[in-house]
């Protein structure tokens, strides 16, 4: 076999074990003692609504789903104020990563990122070729004026995950349209707001006024896996022009997203009440976290996502220590934090929990 050099030389991206194999490797019986906060995931579970409308749709699984995704779009873009030509659909909003990588990127051409930010974006870029330029992250921001000032001819594509992922740190709606008034034509530039939903209202930022009034090279990437609760059913979705959008849909293959996935994204978006409450509880975890933590000495990170990075000093070691003690947290060394850890918020029962366990594993 001969492979493609850049393609055998991919390092993979490290999802977090299934809990069932955590739970036999270290012999745990239940399974719904385990606190699993690894992934980002919502701890209240899918909207009670998404779920039945899951339910509803068992019976027309033999159909191939709407490649088009007619209704949601259209749904999704009134809710939005946006045109559904400015919609695509993804089997989550990684996929669209890859779409952007593989129509932006090539040998040669580079994509500008935070140093502490998503993986994915490195990961998608190297798949095509593509030099992934990591800038520096002060306080763990995304300092967007290095970011513009990093941009090269050959740049085609600038990731900014606001709130970023692992460090839940955001840049402020005046930042983000300074940005968008610099940022050169001929680069694409990416907001993922894949924690819009939970993010405190005076921060969110309204990248989609750009979008509306026309401009082609900036686009926005949401996702139904956390808010929404619906991560195991792989559906994100990107906003932009038409242009950008249509060059997007090229590299798509006819039935990205499945029907289930669309059945219950659009009951999903209905689910109001589910919206509010998954917002309470994060804020109330953050706030639980960020007053709870450094009476253990423990250094944290300003979140507006639903997580927190904690500096605990060896991430890696700690992390083993509270999975015995059944809560399953995320290591930060493949992110060059080897002092932190990643915890998502839980429940208030499962954030006392972690609290507790981590009193338990001071060291
Ligand atoms: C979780 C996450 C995503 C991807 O979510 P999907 O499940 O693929 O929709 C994208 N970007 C960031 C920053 C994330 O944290």
Redesign the pocket.
């Known amino acids: 076999m001969k492979a493609k050099e850049w393609i055998s030389d991919l390092r993979v991206y490290e999802p977090g074990k299934p809990l069932e194999e955590v739970a036999r490797e270290l012999g745990f019986g239940d399974l719904t003692e385990i606190v699993k906060v690894a992934s980002?995931e919502n701890e209240l579970g899918p909207s009670p609504m998404a779920m039945k409308a899951m339910q509803e749709t068992i019976s027309e699984m033999h159909r191939y789903p709407d490649g088009g995704a007619f209704y949601l779009k259209g749904k999704l873009a009134d809710k939005l104020g946006v045109d559904p030509e400015n919609l695509l659909f993804?089997c989550?909003?990684?996929?669209l990563?890859v779409f952007l990588c593989h129509v932006f990127l090539r040998q040669g051409m580079n994509l500008v990122m935070g140093a502490e930010?998503?993986a994915?974006y490195f990961l998608a870029a190297a798949m095509y070729e593509g030099k992934a330029i990591r800038i520096p992250m002060p306080e763990h921001v995304h300092d967007l004026d290095a970011m513009l000032t990093a941009i090269t001819p050959e740049t085609r594509l600038v990731a900014i995950?606001n709130p970023?992922?692992p460090t839940g740190t955001m840049v402020s709606p005046e930042a983000i349209d300074c940005f968008i008034e610099k940022l050169p034509e001929h680069v694409v530039a990416i907001f993922?707001e894949?924690?819009f939903e939970v993010m405190p209202e005076h921060m969110k930022p309204d990248v989609l006024k750009h979008i509306r009034a026309g401009k082609e090279n900036i686009i926005v990437?949401r996702?139904?896996?956390?808010a929404y609760g619906l991560?195991g059913l792989?559906?994100?979705y990107a906003i932009g022009h038409p242009k950008l959008i249509g060059l997007l849909n090229k590299v798509r293959q006819p039935f990205n997203v499945n029907g289930m996935a669309q059945a219950a994204a659009m009951a999903a978006l209905d689910d109001v009440p589910h919206i509010v409450q998954t917002r309470e509880m994060v804020f109330q975890g953050l706030e639980f976290f960020a007053r709870e933590l450094p009476k253990l000495g423990l250094e944290t990170v300003p979140s507006g996502?639903n997580f927190i990075l904690v500096k605990t000093g060896n991430g890696r070691e700690v992390f083993e220590r509270l999975q015995k003690l059944k809560v399953i947290v995320r290591p930060m060394d493949p992110y060059g934090l080897p002092d932190h850890i990643r915890i998502t918020i839980g429940t208030p029962e499962q954030n006392q929990t972690i609290l507790n366990a981590l009193k338990a594993v001071r060291v």
């Open positions: 980002n993804g989550g909003s990684n996929e990563i930010a998503f994915v995950c970023n992922n993922d894949a924690y990437l996702t139904f896996s956390k991560a792989r559906i994100g996502a």
